[in-house]
């Protein structure tokens, strides 16, 4: 005789496996703050309000907006800060007329221009920072160079030049048992209130979801700003232990799922 078990047995067994605190402290979902470029704002504003709760970020840098705030930026590793790469030129499609006016774009470059501006982005980084970065965000969350059949990916550099890569303005979480490392999935938080904030985040969240999300700008609110009250309002919504969340920099809570997975 086949026997069955009760559905509210099914039901209790289900619930148990959806309620499994995979990351620390109890929580059932890992997020990490990131933001791309090394802008002024980020250390004046951003790494300000951080520090006051205790948070550590992600932050990806280019050289060039590093200028004139390269001890800030040291402060900020010494601090616990993820300091990453973001490339020295940041090239994206050349579509973007702001690259079109410098003769410059994805379709017209090259793996190996590709991998010396890296490299160069890597050497100046760590020297005026001190940190070696393990990680890297692809600038426009775009993977590729070329132009049609001679279309070639990037994703592989990245995967063997650093720990993870992260991309940028995508539509869902992380699998911590599925996720490509060389392409970790960011949502966009600029230009977006704390309510808007949190409903992306709930909306974002399955069992055990990763949820990253990377910005631009910290003060007033605009379209490539995270708006700092904003910010302030998302950080001691996701620090509350009621609300089930772990707050971390990308390659922490990459680290933390390698282990988890050994």
């Given at each position: 005789?086949?026997y069955?078990?009760?559905?509210?047995?099914?039901?209790?067994v289900f619930?148990s496996?959806?309620?499994h605190?995979f990351?620390p402290n109890?929580?059932?979902y890992?997020?990490?703050l990131?933001f791309d470029d090394a802008?002024?704002?980020?250390?004046?504003?951003g790494?300000p309000?951080?520090?006051k709760?205790d948070?550590?970020?992600t932050f990806y840098?280019m050289?060039?907006h590093?200028?004139g705030?390269?001890?800030?930026?040291k402060?900020a590793?010494?601090?616990?800060h993820?300091?990453?790469n973001?490339?020295?030129?940041?090239?994206c499609?050349?579509?973007?007329r702001?690259?079109r006016?410098?003769n410059?774009?994805?379709e017209?470059s090259?793996?190996?221009f590709?991998?010396?501006?890296?490299?160069?982005?890597?050497q100046?980084?760590?020297?005026?920072t001190?940190?070696?970065?393990k990680?890297f965000?692809?600038?426009c969350?775009?993977?590729f160079?070329?132009?049609?059949t001679?279309?070639?990916?990037?994703?592989p550099?990245i995967?063997e030049t650093?720990?993870?890569g992260?991309?940028w303005?995508d539509?869902?979480a992380?699998?911590p048992?599925?996720?490509?490392?060389?392409?970790?999935?960011?949502?966009?938080?600029?230009?977006k209130?704390f309510?808007?904030?949190?409903?992306?985040?709930e909306?974002a969240?399955?069992n055990?979801a990763w949820?990253?999300?990377?910005?631009?700008?910290v003060?007033?609110?605009g379209p490539?700003?995270v708006?700092?009250h904003?910010l302030?309002?998302l950080?001691?919504?996701?620090?509350?232990?009621k609300n089930?969340?772990?707050?971390?920099t990308?390659?922490d809570?990459?680290?933390?799922?390698?282990k988890k997975?050994?």
């Open positions: 005789m086949k069955v078990l009760p559905i509210s047995v099914v039901l209790c619930a496996f959806a309620s605190a990351y109890k929580a059932k890992a997020v990490s990131s802008r002024k704002s980020q250390v004046d504003i790494i309000i951080l520090n709760h948070v550590k970020a840098l050289p060039y590093m200028q705030k390269e001890q800030q930026w402060q590793a010494d601090a616990g993820e300091i990453a973001h490339t020295a030129s940041h090239l499609t050349g579509n973007f702001w690259l006016k410098q410059k774009g994805l017209q090259s793996l190996s590709l991998k010396q501006d890296i490299k160069q982005a890597q100046y980084i760590e020297t005026h001190g940190a070696a970065p990680g965000a692809y600038p969350g775009q993977t160079v070329g132009r049609g001679e279309v070639k990916s990037y994703v550099l995967a650093f720990s993870y992260r991309t303005n539509e869902t992380n699998d048992f599925y996720y490509d490392p060389a392409q970790i999935r960011a949502f966009s938080m600029d230009g209130t309510e808007q904030l949190k409903a992306l985040i909306q969240k399955f055990n949820i990253v999300l990377a910005g631009h700008e003060g007033k609110k490539y700003t708006d700092e904003a302030q309002q950080i001691q919504f996701l620090k509350d232990p089930e969340y772990w707050l971390a990308v390659n809570v990459h680290e933390y799922i390698n997975h050994e």
